[in-house]
């Protein structure tokens, strides 16, 4: 009985497929490399293509729980490219072979399925009614999928090849070590690591909140709070004069919240997702019970966001002493929606902290900042 429900289900997959044919290092003396990577330097974020190129010139990547970003430095330009961290699978049937290479569907071929992987894998989601799977969890490679290192590696291929020079500069993000963790981030990193290696880069890693820092307050000397709230963490660096003095993570943030209301709604996440990245404004009373249930969530993630970093700043006594206040810099596709800087800053007069704050603004490009960090430190390493 149980075979046959799953063949019932892997043809459901098919029918529908038919239908739609119709080593972390200290940053020094990077002011230089800010000032020569920013000057005259325009953002270009260009739409994933099919065939990557491979790059000339050091390289970033930022693999996120949501979306995998890679950016490079093109005449004064820095281009970004995304794509996102997801993948879906149905039956290898050869038919549906045939409609996936006819509508260009980025997929890879393991065992008796198709792995549908980035965007393509969320339209595919929300044809069936259900969510997506990810390689990645709450920050890190997923322990419940055994495809994740393949996935990712798959996406990445399809963002960058291996570089025209050998041993070229690739410096990728990682997640600090989240609160109460056991040192997963170290698998994590070194996985990554390996495979960028096997690409041909000589691979070099910065901390999340730390690009962030990199990214956006080099006016501040690099000293200050960078904060991201991506899919899978809330990522927190406090900088000072370029040092890293604490990095940390707490496993809340977008995913969660999607996976809050949706559990709550009885809807799937995917589909609260992109509720959320369309029509959510935090400035506004919601008017329905998934607003509501998302400005709840909100809240939660804010606060407990804030309630870390009151805990870890005042239990640490390695706080520098600064004497001047310091600003906190937000960034990741949590921080999106409208009125979500007015929800931390209202929160945040609620917190007693070491060190006193200037102001909090959001980063320039709130998706792309830690990869364009990331790209900063590269483009210092190769001199």
Request: aromatic residues 6%; neutral net charge.
């Amino acid at each position: 009985m149980a075979d046959e429900k799953r063949l019932v289900s892997l043809q459901t997959r098919v029918d529908a497929l038919k239908s739609v044919a119709s080593d972390e290092r200290p940053v020094k003396q990077i002011k230089k490399a800010v000032g020569a990577s920013q000057k005259g330097v325009v953002g270009n974020e260009k739409v994933i293509k099919i065939d990557a190129e491979s790059p000339n010139g050091p390289v970033a990547l930022d693999i996120g729980t949501s979306h995998i970003i890679a950016a490079q430095n093109k005449r004064d330009r820095i281009e970004t490219i995304k794509e996102l961290n997801a993948f879906f699978t149905v039956p290898n049937a050869k038919y549906a072979k045939d409609i996936l290479n006819r509508k260009d569907v980025i997929y890879y071929e393991r065992g008796n399925q198709y792995y549908i992987t980035g965007y393509f894998a969320e339209n595919f989601a929300n044809l069936f009614n259900t969510n997506t799977r990810r390689p990645m969890k709450e920050g890190l490679l997923s322990p419940n999928e055994g495809e994740a290192l393949s996935v990712i590696q798959a996406i990445v291929n399809t963002l960058i090849q291996k570089p025209k020079k050998f041993g070229e500069i690739l410096c990728f993000v990682v997640p600090g070590e989240p609160l109460g963790g056991t040192g997963s981030v170290l698998y994590h990193q070194l996985m990554i690591k390996r495979f960028i290696g096997s690409l041909g880069y000589s691979p070099l890693s910065i901390n999340e909140g730390m690009a962030i820092v990199v990214s956006e307050l080099s006016e501040d000397d690099f000293t200050g709070i960078g904060i991201s709230m991506g899919g899978g963490m809330c990522n927190i660096c406090l900088s000072y004069l370029s040092f890293p003095v604490i990095t940390y993570s707490i496993q809340m943030a977008g995913d969660y919240i999607d996976s809050m209301v949706g559990g709550s709604l009885g809807e799937p996440a995917t589909r609260i997702k992109a509720i959320k990245e369309e029509e959510l404004d935090l400035t506004r009373e919601p008017k329905d019970r998934v607003m509501t249930a998302l400005h709840i969530f909100y809240d939660e993630v804010i606060f407990r966001l804030l309630e870390s970093l009151q805990r870890v700043l005042n239990s640490r006594d390695n706080i520098p002493k600064i004497k001047t206040p310091i600003p906190i810099v937000l960034s990741g596709a949590t921080a999106m929606p409208n009125g979500c800087k007015g929800k931390f800053e209202n929160m945040l007069k609620n917190v007693s902290l070491p060190v006193e704050i200037s102001t909090v603004h959001l980063a320039k490009d709130l998706l792309n900042t830690p990869a364009k960090g990331a790209l900063i430190v590269a483009m210092r390493e190769a001199g």
